[in-house]
Structures are given as structure tokens and as C-alpha cells.
């Protein structure tokens, strides 16, 4: 794979991610209708509004910075994705920590963080190796 190759793959990884993570975070800011409060109990959050901004601009914002620096080639994608991915796991863990298991999504987006992780390795050595 090209270094090329390599940031456009991140570039569409980072863009599903960024999109599925806002409208997440618009969908939890309008109440979360479809989603049980009490799955709430115990943790800090009375609703979802403070979690859902969360979501919206650390998640949707990493990877939105992740797919804009690999779609134009900047320098700065790979340790971009690298964090992206670290922010995407760390959104995860607490989620399962805070709520439990729920949904198919969060180990698909466990997945993808890793993904993310590596790829932004992988394009930080890539582009090492043609300096």
C-alpha cells in the first residue's frame, strides 16, 4: 500500500467515524428517545447531553481533523489518527465501563480505533522511510 493508499483508507475510515459520531452526539443532545436512562444509574450523568458533547467534539472532531489532514496529504495525518484512535478507544472503555455492553457498535468502533491507530503507524512509517 502507498502512503497514498494508506490516507485515503484513513481518510474514509475517519470520515464514517466522524459522521456516525455527530449525528450520535445530535441524536443524545435531542434526548436519546430510543435509549434508557437507566442504563445511567450509578454513573455522573443524569442524561445523555453532557456524554452526546462529548461524543460529538472529542470523537467526531479527532477523526474529522483525522479525514481532512489524510484526504489533502498533510504531514499531520498519521499522528492525527494515532490520537484519534486513542480518543475513539478511551470513548469506548468508558462506555462500557459506565453503561456495560449494549450494542454490536461498541466493539465494531473498538475495532476501528485500533484500525485508525495502526494505520496512522503505519502512514508515520511510510512516509519515514521516502523522507
Not at 484526504?71 to 486513542?86: C, D, E, L, Y
Not at 449494549?102 to 512509517?125: E, H, W, Y
Request: charged share 15%; net charge positive.
Amino acid at each position: 500500500m502507498t502512503p497514498r493508499q494508506t490516507e485515503k483508507a484513513l481518510a474514509a475510515l475517519a470520515g464514517v467515524t466522524a459522521i456516525n459520531a455527530i449525528g450520535g452526539s445530535i441524536y443524545g443532545i435531542r434526548g436519546a428517545p430510543k435509549v434508557p436512562r437507566e442504563w445511567l444509574q450509578g454513573s455522573p450523568f443524569e442524561d445523555y447531553t453532557v456524554p452526546s458533547l462529548i461524543l460529538g467534539i472529542a470523537v467526531g472532531g479527532t477523526s474529522l481533523a483525522v479525514t481532512t489532514t489524510a484526504w489533502r496529504g498533510h504531514k499531520a495525518a498519521g499522528p492525527a489518527s494515532v490520537v484519534a484512535g486513542v480518543v475513539l478507544s478511551g470513548w469506548i472503555a468508558a462506555q462500557v465501563a459506565i453503561i456495560g455492553p449494549r450494542s454490536f457498535l461498541q466493539p465494531l468502533f473498538g475495532g476501528v480505533a485500533i484500525t485508525m491507530i495502526a494505520l496512522g503507524v503505519k502512514l508515520r512509517c511510510e512516509r519515514d522511510a521516502h523522507a
